[in-house]
């Protein structure tokens, strides 16, 4: 739209194509990943941690960035995740990336099954739905105390060493190398789906859920569809957790993660691929900085942020730097 | 003499009437702007914090600290309306939720800087501890005091909004705002007041809520929760729905905790989902 001469037109498949082409800037991201193994060899864990939530923020965008569905219990599935990796490290075996297929198995069947409950709420209802069912999970786990050990965390998870070879070290470094392999490879998969004619479909939905139909996309197959996918994704996540700190505590299913996640997607900027890295980066380096001043003020901080983001960045850092970055060119 | 299972169902109606108090505002203001407002229990936050002060600081009746939390929460609810919530009013529902969790999360950590983490305990007056006993049951006079106010605020409510020309504006404004507009009701000053007046009785409701589940600065997220509960479950701007809502989740959560104490709250997650798969749009609401 930017360009003044003859119209062109844009065919869709020409748009996808010129959307999945990398850009410099993405590869130079991907390989600023690898610096933390030199520039910061004592913040390896607070990377892996970063790399896991970035994933999980992944999976949020999918469906809250993409097809427009508010999810306040998102932390069910990163906690499902979580837990059976952990428990199939525990009775099965820790061979780590047969525990990450397991747990997105897992994962990914219950969000199919609840994606049909999903899919037929909008607004409100539907906030209060994925947080009622998030609570349920959570109060669930406690209650199961045999199996996920309640309040006292799920002990005695022993992982095999990453294809045989590299060892879980205490300073992270086997951890952050296995979970940011995970996450690029989860990654090509969401970018390669939104460049789709899948993920379009997506964004029209949040566009809008009534008129898709009328053209031909049934709207709740495709949020069935994202919704399953985002839970598998979610999943990983959590099983990567699970692996990487050998434990498990009843937190992987509280309310405020399911929070913190989305906080982070809306502060990197949600619907855009890069959006809940940035902002998981953002909010973990943050929140690592300022705890270590004064932890009950957290809080304090990440609320002036929100308040600030939606007042002033209502598209999130990505969007305001897109924003400048166009206002820039333009001159 | 009745069974005991009336002694428990009263607990629950006496808890349920202070949830009603807490969430009767954010319902009115929920239908009639659909405005997610999730700092609503910073509002309550702050007329408890009102009531601790007034009472530990001021030596002041625990009765007479009462309004002067509704007025605290009532204004700083219209300054806060005015200068952020305003604009709003036509963002979408992610932008709303974010922007009013943002001020619940910072009201926490003021909270903390001010009071502290710990639990700030009151003293009500002596005759309102200890409990009399009716048929056999022993019921706590404060319970009895609470379902009392539940009732008195139930009624001021339904009087006002059905006989009254604000009432009648507002319940014009819930129904149809663009109609409303155009038959020249103003309907951002209804709002704003309505709003205040909903803060106040969540600022109410917290200063009544200490006695009964304490006060510290996690509350303005714990009941946050139950607030939703009861404004999803009741239906958007009803507040029959609201009350009936406020009962049915006091009184399963009371019974719950009574019967079932190692399924925590679940059974209150359950009765919601339960409803809201049933009836999505809440028990009274009508979108």
Not at chain 2, 72 to 100: F, H, K, M, N, P
Request: aromatic letters at 12%.
């Amino acid at each position: 739209m930017t360009t003044l001469d003859a119209p062109r037109t844009v065919t869709p498949q020409g748009y996808l194509l010129r959307q999945s082409r990398w850009r410099p800037i993405e590869v130079a991201f991907w390989l600023a990943t690898l610096l933390p193994f030199w520039l910061f060899p004592t913040y390896l864990s607070l990377a892996s941690q970063i790399a896991i939530t970035g994933l999980f923020a992944l999976s949020l965008d999918l469906i809250l960035g993409y097809a427009g569905i508010v999810s306040l219990g998102h932390a069910a599935f990163f906690g499902i995740g979580a837990y059976t990796a952990g428990i199939f490290s525990k009775f099965v075996w820790g061979e780590p990336f047969s525990g990450l297929v397991v747990a997105a198995a897992v994962a990914g069947v219950v969000g199919y099954a609840s994606s049909f409950i999903i899919s037929r709420f909008r607004h409100l209802t539907l906030i209060m739905i994925t947080l009622g069912l998030g609570l349920l999970l959570k109060e669930a786990a406690n209650s199961a105390h045999w199996l996920t050990g309640g309040s006292d965390g799920l002990q005695g998870i022993d992982i095999w060493p990453v294809l045989g070879v590299f060892n879980f070290d205490l300073y992270g470094r086997t951890a952050y190398g296995y979970a940011l392999g995970v996450l690029f490879v989860v990654f090509l998969f969401a970018r390669r789906l939104i460049n789709s004619p899948f993920g379009l479909a997506l964004r029209g939905i949040r566009e809008n859920f009534v008129r898709m139909p009328a053209i031909g996309a049934d709207s709740h197959a495709h949020i069935r569809k994202v919704y399953t996918i985002a839970a598998i994704i979610a999943g990983i996540a959590g099983g990567l957790l699970a692996q990487t700190t050998q434990t498990v505590a009843l937190e992987v299913l509280s309310f405020e993660r399911s929070a913190d996640v989305v906080v982070m997607l809306v502060l990197g900027g949600a619907g855009r691929l890069y959006g809940g890295l940035i902002g998981a980066m953002v909010y973990m380096i943050a929140r690592d900085q300022f705890s270590g001043i004064a932890p009950q003020y957290w809080y304090f901080w990440i609320g002036a942020l929100l308040v600030i983001v939606v007042m002033l960045l209502p598209n999130g850092i990505l969007g305001g730097l897109s924003a400048l970055l166009k206002r820039w060119r333009r001159r | 003499m009745l069974p005991p299972v009336f002694g428990v169902l009263f607990d629950g109606i006496a808890y349920g009437m202070l949830l009603f108090v807490l969430s009767v505002g954010m319902s009115v203001t929920l239908g009639l702007m659909n405005f997610v407002n999730l700092a609503h229990c910073a509002f309550a936050m702050l007329g408890a914090y009102v009531t601790v002060v007034l009472m530990k600081d001021f030596d002041w009746n625990f009765f007479a600290t009462l309004p002067m939390a509704f007025a605290a929460a009532a204004l700083v609810s219209v300054a806060v309306e005015r200068t952020l919530y305003r604009r709003l009013y036509r963002a979408s529902d992610l932008d709303q939720v974010l922007l009013t969790i943002g001020l619940a999360f910072m009201s926490i950590a003021i909270a903390a800087w001010f009071f502290g983490t710990t639990q700030q305990p009151i003293a009500v007056p002596s005759y309102m501890r200890g409990s009399i006993s009716v048929l056999g049951l022993n019921l706590g006079i404060y319970r009895m005091f609470l379902v009392a106010v539940g009732i008195a605020v139930t009624v001021l409510l339904v009087l006002a909004l059905e006989h009254t020309r604000f009432g009648a504006q507002v319940r014009a404004a819930v129904d149809n705002q663009r109609m409303a507009r155009g038959l020249g009701i103003d309907v951002d000053r209804t709002f704003a007041v309505t709003f205040a007046l909903g803060s106040g009785l969540a600022g109410l409701g917290g200063a009544l809520a200490i006695e009964i589940v304490g006060l510290d600065p996690q509350f303005a997220l714990v009941y946050l929760v139950y607030v939703l509960i009861i404004v999803s479950v009741g239906g958007l701007g009803s507040i029959a729905g609201s009350f009936a809502a406020a009962c049915l989740i006091g009184m399963s959560d009371i019974a719950g905790k009574y019967y079932v104490p190692q399924l925590g709250s679940f059974l209150i997650y359950l009765v919601m989902v339960a409803v809201l798969m049933w009836r999505p749009a809440g028990l009274f609401g009508k979108r």
